[in-house]
């Protein structure tokens, strides 16, 4: 099956006046129609940047995409002039983010807002936009849309305004869906509510998710297959159950362990030593190194950067202590799978 | 799996990536202010008028240096210096020195440059020249019949307010060698005046604004520390002196109040007093948040009194805001100053930028350029300068810029 | 709102009356006190004359009175409430509406209502000209200058509207009215007033007549307005230009501009129809701020242009120490500020939904 979109060694900088930052360095993924791509990482790591990528929406100056290919039903959105790409955003791909509180405009109606993506992308008159815009908003899940529709943002709870931006995100029907951190912002309750619509939703309309969190719990719930992402690299891509139950990257394995448990009584949460490094200074070699309880001295992880090899069928990882590692084929990660329906990975 | 766990990064920060070894701040925040070559330039200028503010009387003077008058040396430059020329001077470079050779000790360098100030006042009162009439032809009715086998003239042979009543017209020449930016309505030289105006500039900067600072820390201070009523009240006084337009407030006070022998010295209580309200809020939100830190309520509950609380302790980490606006400020009352002796309402006969400028329209409607140009010209650069600095020290405390 | 704006109205009382109690303490504290000029005005008038004339105006204007009841006592003549006092200054009957009188000008001997009258237009006019082409300028050059942010042109047009703010309106005044309106240089402007000494016998347009064109009411108080206005717009437009600029900077990188364009929108619909609107609202607070400071600056335009607003009649006033002149001033200076502060308030609650006064 064709990926509905597919990263190709994307790099992207930053430059700044100590130099050129790389923040995302040959990141390769795909996401296929209806399947959840979870992209985890810690905050730095790159994963925002590459999503912002994507839609070509990060500021340029001072950030730059080096080289790659970003393509969306086959067509590499970076070639695409400004005019196309505007077309693409909001309709082929939307975004929601992190931070639904700032991520409205207060001066504008919530209805406004959404009226004004319905219209760009939908060739229909102001009122088939504002029922378009009510249609979306009760689909969402917000009582009352038709009242709801003329308040300003600042009138709403940060629950509901996420639940506006769904809405304005998913009123054009994209085939993709970003979000980008959609829940961190939000209550525990909240965001349990905010995950369940959006599986709801993807059920309904048979769209992919590109799902950025820093939550392995919203992985395990939501995601069919996982990218992770350490100091701008992916290190470990499967699905979301061979992760979970056979993680192979340190870095992976110990952030598992980290996850506090149900049950585990008495027993301390593991931690990984040492900090996120700082993208200005990335260590040499393998970047997890510094921090890795693998390491053991070896000059090999200093020195060399292990490439994203597989491992096994549909099982990518980048550790020069895996079994075997220098002899398994570097390819393209990609998986199509989907989690089974109802199901659960513990 | 269970659900709802938590983030991924509770990780243990290593001591080897914690901030480096915390240089004094506000050094940190001074060498960032002044790397713009903008804030350089702006220095420069400043460091310029500060020098030609002490340096006046030994560049601009009518007394020669060094002169041989029938067969006697003597110099009256020097005889000519007054107790304020040789503060000035004093502090100048006994201050400087200190500065260089010991700079971290900053108290025990106040108390010897005091003690330099009283040495030299009491030496000056019994030693120094006895007051008389300054009559500045007499050197030069001298030269003329030939009395003078030696002369030395200072750079600028000049004094301000010599009106060159022994020679035909001078009156409003314009540029020329002799007069190098012409001369004043009573024949002064544009020149002098302008290097001897230095000074005003020097003191609105520092005792006016000083005044307005001391005056809006202490109410905004007060303010922030006690809040509730003395807050309420404060707030209204704030808003009440806020709401008189300050020009109006001054031009009121100055034409109330004309002191005639401590003019200056009133000029810069009326600038200092109408300028305090933005120090005050500053202060006032800084000490609102700051009460309820830690360290001051372990101040309070070690029992130290209130002045030790309130400027020993808080007053260090609530100045930032009043340090970015004092540049401003500074500006502003220079600005003040020039605009109260431009409309007459200023110092009297003593040399000012702003009184120079509002002699261009001369007589019968005669616009004398080199009257508007050149002081216009120094109020503008050394506002300019004061802004520039205060651009510079806004952006180095910026912390969205700062890293 | 409503009850906001009354609120607002009645809190502006107490700030008046602080003001011009302390415009009153600061006239009666100072050497000489109230009237000082007046009462020592007698020139060569012999002893007896002198004391006579000084026993009639302390009578005539109460300043034999304590300060707190001279105070008193005008406060009862501005307010429409109060004692309606006769020529013989002794009390008088309480009336609940009564005309309020802004008193009589010692110096000018005048009353000041009428002096008011014909200044405070003179003052607006050049207000109401000034704050509109101010901001625009503003916006103009704060958007072209954030559109090319970081390149030549948007640093330098941050140096320079720096510099134009530092430049003092006495020097721009000076330079203005001598090189463009002196008859030994450029003769462009006229050198003072406000109209043509002609003026009211002109026709209101510009009209063709016997002789020629003649420029008529409009284009003359135009072209009269031209070198004050400048004095009086290029300082509050280059300090409202970079206020500007930094907004939309801000706001350009804001979320809700992110959003924008993660909809489909294009950067000059992103920046026109959402950034455009929230950067104006710090732009508000400020221009507030600017029109007391344009009274102030009419202090010294008028002083340099011989417009006889306010400007010069607050100079006049506290020349010649002119108690009720002086007070009136403060009232009507300080009224105006409260209004303008008021109004920029309710414009920002109209123009940012977040805020409600309630």
Redo the contacts between chains.
Sequence with gaps: MQPLLELRNLTVAFDTERGQIRAVQEVSLSVYPQQTLALVGESGCGKSVTALSILRLIPSPPSRVLGGQVLLEGRNLLDLPEKQMQSVRGKDIAMIFQEPMTSLNPVFTVGEQIVEAVRLHQNVNTKQAYEIAEQSMRDVGIADPDKRLHEYPHRLSGGMRQRVMIAMALSCQPKLLIADEPTTALDVTIQAQILELLRALQQQRGMSILLITHDLGVVAENADAVAVMYASRIVEYASVYDLFDAPQHPYTQGLLRAVPRLGAVGQRLAAIPGTVPNPARFPSGCKFHPRCPKMNGDPACAGVEPALRQIEQGHWASCHHLPDFANKPITRPATDAKRAEGSAVS | MSSGAGPIYPLAVSPAEAPAEHRSYFAEVARDAVAPRSAKLALAWIACVAAMAVLAPLIANSNPCLINMDGHWSSPLLRSLNWTDLALLIVAVVGGALGCVRRKKFWPNMTLLAACLIVMSVVYGFFGPPPQNVVYEQYRDAMRQGRVQFVLHAPIPYSPSDRFRDEPDTRLLPPSRHHLLGTEAFGADVLSRMIHACRIILAMGFVASGIAVIIGVVVGGLMGYFSGIVDILGMRLIEIFEAIPTLFLMITLVAFFPSEDYRLLMLMVIIGITGWTGYARFTRAEYLSLRSRDFVQAAQAAGLPLHSVLFRHMLPNGITPVVINLSFGIAAAIIAESTLSFLQLGVIDQPSWGAMLSQATGQGGDFLWWMALFPGLAIFLTVFAYVLLGESVNDALDPRRRR | MTNYIIRRILLMF???L??TL??FL??GL???GVGGTLLNAQGTMKAEAAKAQREYLERRFGLNKPLIVQYVRWLNEISPVGFETGSDQNGGTFRWLKTPDLGYSFSKGRPVASMVAEALPITLLLNVVTLPITILIALAAGIFAARRK?GVIDVASG?VL??L???????AG??L???LA????LYWFP?GGLHDTLADSMSFLPMHGPGGWYRGWLLDTCWHLALPVICLTYGGFAFLARLTRGAILDNL????A?????????ERTTLFR?VF??SLLPLITFSAGIL??L??GA??VE?IFSIHGMGLL??DG??A?DREL?LD??LV??FV??VSYLLADILYAV????VSYE
């Design positions: 107490p700030t008046l602080g003001m302390v415009t600061i006239m100072s050497p000489g970081g140096t720096l510099a703010w530092s430049i003092p309106t006495i020097w000076v330079m009215i001598g090189f002196n008859r030994n240089y050198t990188a804001s979320d809700y992110r959003t924008a364009r993660a909809k489909g929108l294009d959402h609107r929230n007391p400071a009274l102030s202090v010294v002083y607050i100079l506290v020349r120490r002086v001033e403060a200076v300080g500020g409260l123009a940012d939904p977040r």
